[in-house]
C-alpha cells in the first residue's frame, strides 16, 4: 500500500541502493523522521539486487552474503514508517529562491510530481561505459552487451543472451560475469584487459577465472566486432603500455556475443540541473563532509565516486547522512568543521599484478587466498590468519584434473524459479557450503531441477552433487515496492 507522498520534506534521497539505504538509516537512527528515499526500480535494493554473488556484507555485517542477502539485511532495519516510494524516477533537480531545493518526480503510480526539500543526497549509482565509450568499430549485429546489462538479463530475467563468450575487461564485474556465465553452462573463451596489468582484485581473478580455467590476456584489446544479423567473431590485438597496436599481434576469436566491462561512470544526470560542477568530465567535487559544490546537496556511493566494495558505498551513505544531521540542526558548526578536501581517498591502480607477477607465483608456488577482499598471498607457514591457513590446508597439493582445480571449492550463487503465491518468481540461490569446483555444474543442474517441483515451503533446497549433498539458501525477494 502506498503511502500518501508530502510536497515538502527536510531531506531526499535519490537512490535505494547501498549507500541510499544506509543513508535512510542514519537518518532515522539520528532521530530524523521527515525524510523520503525515491527509488526508479520497482523495489529497493538498487543494483544489489542483480548482484547475486556472494562477497557483501563482509565489513558492515561481518558475514559474507550476497547482494540480494546485503539488500535485505539493510532494508530489515529500516522501520516500516519510514517513506519509501518505488517506482519513482526523478527527472531534475533544481535550486529554489531563498535555499533548498524542488524535485520533479515520475511515479508510476502518483503521475507527476513536484517535491520539495532542503537538502538532498544523491546515491544514484553508476552507469557503464559502453562500446561506443571505448570506440571499438565494426559492425552493428545481435550479441553485443555490457556486462551489467548482460547480469540483469541473466540473474532477473533467466534470459539466455549468447553461448560462446569472450568479455573485454578485468575489472571485476567482467572477472564476475566470467564465473556466472560459466556456472550457467555457457562458454568463455577469454577476458581481455587492455592495460599491462589486471583491473580488479586478484581475489576475483583466481575465483572468477583461475578455477575456472578461463584465460586472462593482459595488453590485448577488441579491435573489432564483426557479424550482421548475430555477432560472428571479434578480432583482438595486442597493445603496448601507450595503448598503440603491436605489430602482428592480432588474434580472432569466433564468438556469438561480447560483454564490455570497461569501467564505469557516476550517475549524476538527475543533479545537474542544480548547477553541480564537476572536477573532470564524470566526477563531483565534494568537500569532507560529501556536500557538493551545491550547497545543500549531498553524494555519496558511486556516483560519488566508485567504490571497490558495496560495503563501502553503504558506509559513505552513513556518513553523508550524518552530514545532513549536523547541516539542518547546527549550520554553523557543520561550516566550521568542513575542509575542502575530498571525503574518500582513490585507489591505487594494481600495476603490479601484471603477468611477471602471475609468473612469480606460479614459479614460486604461492596461493592466493580468496577468503576475504584482501587476497593475502599464503605458502607453507605463510599464512595470514587462521582461516587462511585452513583454506591453504584445504586447498594446498591440489593436482589440476584438465581445467579445473581439484582441490578448489567455492560457495555458489546462481537464481532458480519457483511459484510463491501461485506465482513463478525468479529468486537467487546460495550454497551454505563451499562446493568442489568440479561438482559446480553439477550442483547447479541438480539444484534447478529440483526447484522445479519446489512447495515454497522453507528457505532451503538440498541436492546432491558427486557424493555429497549440499544446502541452497533461497533468498527472498524484496519486500518493499
Request: glycine share 12%; hydrophobic share 35%.
Amino acid at each position: 500500500m502506498t503511502k500518501k507522498i508530502k510536497s515538502q520534506y527536510k531531506t531526499v534521497i535519490i537512490g535505494s541502493g547501498p549507500a541510499g539505504l544506509s543513508a535512510a538509516l542514519r537518518l532515522h537512527a539520528g532521530g530524523m523522521k521527515d525524510f523520503l528515499l525515491l527509488e526508479r526500480d520497482a523495489s529497493t535494493g538498487g543494483i544489489l539486487n542483480q548482484c547475486i554473488h556472494n562477497g557483501f556484507g563482509l565489513k558492515i555485517f561481518r558475514e559474507d552474503l550476497t547482494g540480494p542477502e546485503f539488500a535485505r539485511r539493510l532494508e530489515a532495519q529500516l522501520p516500516d514508517e519510514a517513506e519509501v516510494l518505488t517506482g519513482a524516477m526523478v527527472s531534475s533537480v533544481n535550486r529554489k529562491h531563498g535555499g533548498g531545493f524542488r524535485l520533479r518526480v515520475h511515479s508510476r503510480e502518483l503521475g507527476l510530481l513536484s517535491i520539495g526539500t532542503e537538502t538532498v543526497i544523491t546515491a544514484t549509482g553508476c552507469r557503464e561505459r559502453t562500446r561506443e565509450n571505448i570506440e571499438v568499430p565494426g559492425t552493428r549485429p545481435a550479441g553485443v552487451f555490457t556486462a551489467g546489462q548482460a547480469q540483469a538479463l541473466l540473474n532477473l530475467r533467466h534470459y539466455g543472451i549468447g553461448c560462446r563468450f569472450v568479455i573485454q575487461g578485468s575489472g571485476d564485474i567482467g572477472l564476475i560475469m566470467a564465473r556466472r556465465l560459466t556456472i550457467e553452462g555457457f562458454k568463455v573463451l577469454a577476458v581481455f584487459e587492455r592495460l599491462p596489468y589486471l583491473s580488479g582484485s586478484i581475489r576475483n581473478k583466481v575465483q572468477c577465472l583461475d578455477h575456472f580455467g578461463i584465460p586472462l590476456h593482459l595488453g590485448r584489446q577488441i579491435s573489432e566486432i564483426r557479424g550482421r544479423g548475430r555477432l560472428t567473431s571479434v578480432e583482438t590485438s595486442a597493445v603496448d603500455k601507450g595503448l598503440h597496436p603491436v605489430p602482428g599481434g592480432d588474434m580472432d576469436f569466433n564468438c556469438d556475443t561480447v560483454l564490455f566491462a570497461a569501467g564505469l561512470i557516476p550517475e549524476l544526470e538527475t543533479v545537474k540541473s542544480a548547477g553541480l560542477c564537476l572536477s573532470d568530465r564524470f566526477h563531483p567535487d565534494a568537500n569532507s563532509a560529501f556536500e557538493t559544490t551545491v550547497t545543500g546537496l549531498f553524494a555519496a556511493g558511486n556516483c560519488l565516486h566508485i567504490n571497490d566494495l558495496a560495503d563501502s558505498a553503504a558506509e559513505e551513505g552513513s556518513k553523508a547522512a550524518e552530514s545532513v544531521l549536523t547541516y539542518l540542526t547546527d549550520r554553523d558548526r557543520f561550516r566550521g568543521d568542513v575542509i575542502p578536501s575530498r571525503p574518500y581517498t582513490e585507489p591505487a591502480p594494481n600495476r603490479n599484478l601484471d603477468a611477471d607477477y602471475f609468473t612469480k607465483l606460479e614459479r614460486e608456488k604461492l596461493m592466493v587466498c580468496i577468503i576475504c577482499p584482501e587476497g593475502c598471498l599464503l605458502s607453507e607457514g605463510v599464512y595470514g590468519c587462521r582461516r587462511g591457513e585452513e583454506y591453504f590446508r584445504q586447498t594446498h597439493g591440489s593436482q589440476r584434473s584438465g581445467s579445473q582445480a581439484e582441490g578448489f571449492r567455492q560457495r555458489v550463487s546462481t537464481t532458480v524459479e519457483i511459484t510463491i503465491a501461485g506465482v513463478p518468481v525468479i529468486i537467487p540461490a546460495v550454497s551454505a557450503e563451499e562446493i568442489p569446483v568440479r561438482f559446480i555444474s553439477e550442483a547447479v543442474s541438480a539444484l534447478k531441477r529440483s526447484a522445479e517441483s519446489y512447495a515454497g515451503e522453507g528457505d532451503s533446497v538440498i541436492v546432491g552433487a558427486g557424493e555429497a549433498k549440499y544446502t541452497f539458501k533461497l533468498c527472498r525477494p524484496a519486500k518493499r515496492g
